[in-house]
């Protein structure tokens, strides 16, 4: 994976605009992270292969970005993202990764579905 | 304590190196007395969190990874019978809790093991590790005759409500296999490793006493963490 470059990312997105596309959403503190420290919250929500179509998407901002997909009838957003790739496979993987390299959020498009 | 030799062992846990820090020295020692030891590993760890900054992987190429890692860390061990049972990571409590406990059984019923290791059920802190050890104490109390049922417990409560370990197993003799299991885990344990050298090297005994004794609970039957399933 690479640092977000803005403007390249966006040529990414530009893409699969408008095309059935298989979604993988995952946001995480980590499952420890309440053991670790008892008062911690933890909360995170995970999404693989369902099919959307959005007809924006959009990264916006100084690192860590936001990015943001409007559907025909709702939206997708994922923020805290750093790092991104366009797989083998022709598909698009962003995240979030902090400082000491532990994964907090991913976003991931892909024409195919991503494996079970 | 000697490690008595069992007709079979059977090792259950949820992810790649669940293995390698509680129970590979254990497994090595078995494997050395000439008892046949099986490892069923539910997931292949597909959403460890640990993909490095810069990115050494991705959520789609870490699963691979953990794979290789798991065969080097079977090797590491001794281990010949390696079964990745195929679920995915996070998701073994949200299975059907009867299909769980019919893998459980399946397994037992084909290696027919005198010891089956796994997790404490209420005391294993992780949901994959907490489901996994429902599942195995669940096929298990269904058995006429239980195997012997230790079981890793590592909650912050654990001591004072197990209290100490029923079972304590020196494993020095089978340090450097240990260590070479855990090393095999490399993308998720290199900062913890690290550390832990540096405590070796500085002859922290905290750290010495934590690598080198395996410690279980017998799952208490008449303390049973449900009254029906």
Not at chain 2, 90 to 115: A, W
Not at chain 2, 175 to 185: G, I, Y
Not at chain 2, 193 to 205: I, N
């Amino acid at each position: 994976m690479e640092l977000v470059e803005v403007k390249k990312l966006q040529v990414q997105l530009d893409a699969f605009a408008g095309k059935d596309v298989y979604l993988h959403l995952e946001t995480t503190n980590g499952s420890y992270a309440s053991h670790f420290n008892e008062a911690f919250f933890n909360a995170g929500a995970f999404i693989r292969n369902v099919v959307i179509n959005y007809e924006l998407g959009k990264v916006v901002g100084d690192s860590p970005h936001r990015v943001g997909l409007k559907l025909p009838h709702g939206w997708v957003y994922a923020q805290g993202i750093t790092h991104y790739e366009m797989d083998d496979h022709g598909r698009l993987l962003l995240a979030g990764h902090d400082g000491t390299g532990k994964l907090a959020v991913a976003l991931q498009i892909s024409e195919t579905p991503f494996s079970y | 304590m000697t490690i008595p030799k069992e007709r079979h062992v059977l090792v259950v846990f949820p992810h790649p190196d669940d293995e390698a820090f509680g129970v590979s020295g254990t497994m090595t020692t078995h494997i050395k007395q000439g008892t046949p030891v099986t490892y069923a590993c539910l997931t292949l760890g597909e959403m460890g969190r640990n993909l490095g900054n810069p990115p050494f992987a991705t959520r789609e190429s870490l699963p691979e990874i953990r794979k290789k890692e798991l065969i080097a860390s079977a090797e590491a061990i001794g281990l010949t019978d390696l079964r990745m049972m195929g679920l995915r990571d996070k998701t073994i409590e949200f299975e059907d809790d009867e299909k769980m406990v019919g893998m459980m059984t399946s397994l037992i019923e084909e290696l027919d093991p005198s010891l089956i290791i796994t997790f404490y059920p209420k005391f294993a802190v992780h949901p994959d590790h907490e489901a996994t050890a429902r599942a195995v104490v669940r096929a298990v109390r269904r058995m006429e005759n239980r195997p012997k049922l230790h079981c890793v417990a590592f909650a912050n409560n654990t001591l004072d409500v197990l209290g100490s370990p029923d079972i304590v197993h020196d494993i020095t003799p089978v340090r450097d296999n240990k260590m070479a299991s855990m090393k095999a885990h490399i993308s998720q344990t290199a900062w913890m490793l690290a550390e832990m050298e540096h405590k070796l090297a500085q002859g922290d005994p905290e750290t010495e006493n934590w690598l080198t004794k395996e410690r279980f609970y017998n799952y208490r039957w008449e303390d049973d963490f449900e009254e029906t399933f």
